[in-house]
């Protein structure tokens, strides 16, 4: 009788705490600072360049609205979302600012807009936006601002 009372209760809380942890990230804001410490390149790219990202997902899980915020940072090309664990370099799956290039210095707001599963790119393509939001949960994913300096990426911040 014991046992199945436990068994009971272990299934009334798991009934009442899967829905919120299928929905956990709605609502959630994720952030990156983006300096060129973090970036993975040999030779390692000397920059006083920094940045901030935020990123808000809306309560529905299908709008991830952001603004990338940089400062010291010249001649602006790209700036995306890529997967990766810090550390590491990962492919575009998700555009931030996709040109035309700034001319000279960029000081505050370079880009700000909204990501639907639409927007995906890459090997999310064609994926619902809670995959990028896993990635995301994860520290997977990374914000990376690309200058003519440096192509493969100035300033990266790991997205948490």
Sequence with gaps: MRA?????????????????????????????HLSAGQEVQTPAVVSNAQGQAIFHLNAEGT?????????????????????????????????????????GRTQ?????GTITASDLVGPLAGH???????????GGAYANAHTTAYPAGEIRGQIK
């Design 4 to 32: 199945r009372l436990l068994i009971l209760s272990l299934v009334a809380l798991l009934a009442i705490c899967v829905p919120f942890t299928t929905q956990a990230a709605a609502g959630t804001t994720f952030t990156a």
């Design 128 to 138: 619902s936006l809670s995959d990028l939001v896993s990635a995301l949960e994860s």
């Design 63 to 103: 709008e991830l609205r952001y603004k990338l915020i940089v400062a010291n940072i010249d001649d602006v090309m790209f700036a995306h979302i890529h997967t990766a664990v810090a550390g590491a370099n990962g492919p575009v799956v998700a555009f931030l600012f996709h040109g035309p290039t700034i001319s």
């Design 108 to 112: 505050g707001v370079l880009a700000e």
